[in-house]
């Protein structure tokens, strides 16, 4: 009994392992395959794909684990299956990307994350909880911080959509959400 429930464990993790390997391998054709679009030329209802730097609105939001401002976080954990492991949370704040032809916002409905990050030590962040957090979780749980920080690089895919005060904006749609990418496949 004992050997069929690891041999369950062990097919599981590895079909997990390889579903996020094809979809990251999917994801990042995507990113490669929609050429990109200079935000002056675009037209209203097209799949399009802009580079540019991303830019402060209004406000921004604190990182999950660290508290840095930023416009976008994707925090989650990973650790051994006893770990209680939280879910992953993630935090937008409204921006606009621009390049050498113009700017644009993006839309907070149906958005997709794929942003770069690192490891987190939470037990020297500065967050208020971050110590008991790591003193509970021990050292069975990484976490993981992904941003998106103001001026910085981005690559962003999205339908062009026309907002309620009549200004161009990106936007989700349907099964195909607005993606917010600063991985180097982004740029490619």
């Given at each position: 009994?004992?050997?069929?429930?690891?041999?369950?464990?062990?097919?599981?993790?590895?079909?997990?392992?390889?579903?996020?390997?094809?979809?990251?391998?999917?994801?990042?054709?995507?990113?490669r395959e929609?050429?990109?679009?200079?935000?002056?030329?675009l037209t209203?209802?097209?799949?399009?794909?802009?580079?540019?730097?991303?830019?402060?609105?209004?406000?921004?939001?604190?990182?999950?684990?660290?508290?840095?401002?930023?416009?976008?976080?994707?925090?989650?954990?990973?650790?051994?299956?006893?770990?209680?492991?939280?879910?992953?949370?993630?935090?937008?704040?409204?921006?606009?990307?621009?390049?050498?032809?113009?700017?644009?916002?993006?839309?907070?409905?149906?958005?997709?994350?794929?942003?770069?990050?690192?490891?987190?030590?939470?037990?020297?962040?500065?967050?208020?909880?971050?110590?008991?957090?790591?003193?509970?979780?021990?050292?069975?749980?990484?976490?993981?911080?992904?941003?998106?920080?103001?001026?910085?690089?981005?690559?962003?895919?999205?339908?062009?959509?026309?907002?309620?005060?009549?200004?161009?904006?990106?936007?989700?749609?349907?099964?195909?959400?607005?993606?917010?990418?600063?991985?180097?496949a982004a740029?490619?």
């Amino acid at each position: 009994m004992l050997a069929l429930t690891i041999g369950i464990v062990v097919v599981s993790s590895a079909g997990f392992v390889g579903w996020m390997m094809w979809s990251l391998k999917r994801d990042r054709r995507k990113l490669r395959e929609l050429p990109r679009t200079p935000i002056g030329t675009l037209t209203t209802n097209t799949r399009v794909r802009v580079i540019g730097t991303a830019r402060k609105l209004d406000a921004d939001v604190s990182a999950i684990y660290t508290g840095t401002p930023c416009l976008a976080c994707h925090g989650w954990t990973s650790g051994d299956e006893d770990a209680n492991l939280p879910a992953p949370d993630d935090r937008v704040v409204a921006f606009r990307v621009e390049d050498e032809t113009g700017s644009i916002v993006i839309s907070l409905s149906h958005i997709k994350l794929q942003l770069g990050g690192s490891v987190v030590d939470v037990a020297k962040t500065k967050v208020f909880g971050a110590s008991i957090v790591a003193r509970e979780a021990g050292s069975a749980v990484t976490y993981w911080e992904d941003r998106l920080d103001a001026d910085t690089r981005v690559a962003v895919i999205g339908y062009v959509v026309t907002g309620d005060d009549g200004t161009l904006r990106l936007a989700g749609r349907g099964d195909e959400p607005l993606v917010i990418a600063n991985g180097s496949a982004a740029f490619e």
